[in-house]
């Protein structure tokens, strides 16, 4: 009896793993915040069973961190990317441009030369590795995961016979994802991904431009997808698919994004959003390592942690930014402020040196001070996982976005109340105002009492972001891999077909020949009534004798 307990209960161990796909996902390194994205997704599939091997590739930033503890990790090195887009100065590049003055084209054209070299990477590294490409091949993969900043993945998937495409969005739904499914973008109360730094009640203005960043976000997606599936024919053979409809065949899309943290907006059902998704569960009791520890024992009135997020290096922010910044924080004597800067910042050292309530660090456990009961205020830059964090700490924020969707992102937390936002430009200027928000936020309670509420709300949500992906990918396995029923008709329709303009053309053209018709018909009414005015007056008229 003990040996038929034993064999069914390993009988039974073998289930969730006789019954797992093997996954491949494919991870740039664009920025560490990217790469600890795909990570949490590599591990949560890891720990319910399934076969993960995570592929970072080394694209902006060098890979020097693991961040993913389940999977396998496979790395690969190498300047894909470096010589075409800035190098090692692509940081630096778009920390100074964050500060210029606005201008759309400049901006566009920022994104559009990134979708160009991207491709380029992409091109490199799947040419140049053969040996890896037929390993990979080997393996057979059910699944391949890509994020969808470019889409490289899903020709690599292609490559590499794999059966199945999966979308992660690393952020709230861009409009060139929207577009590529047919998804209507609500431009009057969705605010464009493409820096827009409007909340959902715009005015007749903030709608226009928020139109045409919408579209520009639509071209972004032309410079990336069409030009890379031509990339894929010239090495591959002109048979290669289109990457646009390997893309839309994906089942599932994953949003990384919460919707009690983005605008309420319309989603189709294989939309799935996971934000917070592997970032566990705030602990206000764990203990610190030092020097940390002790550094959140200071400050009489608590403490307000500052971080600008992995791709701004405030080495790089103009000297008035950082002098503005700092002599700040030194106003506030009775809080101690927590700041992560980087290697080389002398400039920050030696304006922090003046004040006795600043710690600067190069390294901070970002999470584990959100948590903790002494943290009074975050000042980020509105990047999409630190405000995650920062809700599910309860902790109020004061955010200075620099570009992409940190603006919106940032405007959503105002919305509901537990964030400020504040133009970073207006630093380079003078801190008064700087130093007026700090104050506002600390003094009203209303902040903190919001960020509570949507902790609370996270909390008490009846499905978390592990639940969602792991039972729709488990969803996904029992039903062969795929689901054209929750698939839209509406991304196999051209522009014109889907917003209805040849309906709206054929009604104008009607409306206009029924007006003709209409002034015409009257016009000759009228003109045959003059006439036949005219005729009877003159019958009447007495005859001269």
């Known amino acids: 009896m003990v040996v038929f307990l034993l064999f069914l209960f390993s009988f039974l161990l073998q289930i969730p793993t006789a019954f797992a796909y093997k996954i491949l996902i494919y991870s740039p390194s664009v920025s560490n915040s990217h790469l600890i994205s795909c990570a949490r997704v590599a591990d949560v599939l890891a720990t319910d069973g399934h076969d993960v091997t995570l592929l970072e590739v080394?694209?902006?930033?060098?890979?020097?961190?693991?961040?993913?503890?389940?999977?396998?990790?496979?790395?690969?090195?190498?300047?894909?990317?470096?010589?075409?887009?800035?190098?090692?100065?692509?940081?630096?590049?778009?920390?100074?441009?964050?500060?210029?003055k606005?201008?759309?084209?400049?901006?566009?054209?920022?994104?559009?030369?990134?979708?160009?070299?991207?491709?380029?990477?992409?091109?490199?590294?799947?040419?140049?590795?053969?040996?890896?490409?037929?390993?990979?091949?080997?393996?057979?993969?059910?699944?391949?995961?890509?994020?969808?900043l470019n889409f490289c993945g899903a020709g690599l998937g292609h490559l590499l016979n794999i059966p199945i495409h999966v979308l992660v969005s690393s952020c709230p739904m861009q409009e060139h994802v929207a577009s590529l499914f047919g998804l209507p973008f609500p431009s009057s109360y969705v605010p464009s991904l493409l820096d827009s730094d409007y909340s959902d009640k715009m005015s007749i203005s903030e709608r226009f431009d928020n139109i045409l960043r919408t579209i520009a976000g639509?071209?972004?997606?032309?410079?990336?997808?069409?030009?890379?599936?031509?990339?894929?024919?010239?090495?591959?053979?002109?048979?290669?698919?289109?990457?646009?409809?390997?893309?839309?065949?994906?089942?599932?899309?994953?949003?990384?994004?919460?919707?009690?943290?983005?605008f309420p907006r319309p989603l189709f059902p294989n939309m799935i959003n996971i934000g917070g998704l592997g970032m566990g569960k705030s602990d206000q009791n764990a203990k610190l390592e030092e020097p940390f520890q002790s550094e959140m024992s200071k400050g009489k009135d608590g403490i307000i942690f500052v971080s600008l997020g992995t791709i701004i290096r405030s080495s790089d922010l103009p000297t008035e930014f950082r002098r503005n910044f700092l002599e700040t924080f030194g106003k506030f004597a009775q809080y101690h402020f927590i700041m992560k800067t980087e290697k080389g910042d002398n400039h920050s050292v030696e304006i922090a040196a003046k004040f006795g309530n600043i710690f600067l660090t190069h390294w901070a456990p970002q999470n584990a001070i959100l948590a903790h009961p002494r943290l009074k205020l975050f000042i980020t830059h509105g990047g999409y996982n630190s405000l995650m964090e920062a809700a599910r700490c309860g902790v109020p924020v004061l955010s200075t976005g620099f570009f992409a969707d940190q603006y919106r992102n940032s405007r959503a937390a105002e919305r509901n109340g537990w964030a400020r936002t504040f133009d970073k430009v207006k630093l380079l200027r003078g801190n008064a105002?700087?130093?007026?928000?700090?104050?506002?936020?600390l003094k009203n309670s209303k902040y903190a009492v919001a960020a509570k509420r949507i902790q609370n709300l996270i909390k008490t949500k009846p499905f978390s972001a592990e639940e969602r992906l792991l039972k729709n990918i488990r969803f996904l396995e029992q039903n062969d891999g795929k689901l054209p029923e929750l698939l839209s008709e509406s991304q196999n329709m051209s522009a014109i077909a889907l917003y209805n303009i040849d309906l709206a053309i054929i009604g104008i053209v009607l409306l206009a020949f029924t007006f003709a018709v209409t002034f015409f018909v009257c016009k000759r009414i009228l003109r045959t009534l003059a006439q036949l005015v005219k005729k009877m007056g003159g019958e009447r008229r007495p005859k001269k004798e």
């Open 218 to 262: 639509n071209v972004f997606l032309w410079h990336g997808i069409d030009p890379l599936t031509e990339i894929f024919r010239k090495h591959y053979g002109s048979d290669f698919p289109d990457l646009r409809d390997i893309v839309k065949s994906s089942p599932f899309v994953f949003v990384n994004v919460d919707e009690l943290l983005d």
């Open 433 to 441: 105002q700087f130093e007026s928000t700090i104050g506002e936020m």
């Open 58 to 100: 080394e694209i902006i930033v060098p890979l020097v961190n693991n961040f993913s503890k389940n999977a396998n990790v496979l790395r690969v090195f190498g300047p894909f990317f470096h010589a075409d887009f800035g190098g090692n100065d692509f940081q630096k590049i778009m920390t100074i441009q964050a500060f210029d």
């Open 102 to 148: 606005p201008n759309a084209h400049k901006r566009y054209n920022v994104y559009k030369n990134l979708q160009i070299s991207s491709n380029k990477a992409c091109e490199k590294f799947v040419t140049s590795q053969p040996g890896l490409i037929k390993s990979l091949r080997e393996q057979k993969f059910d699944m391949v995961i890509e994020e969808q």
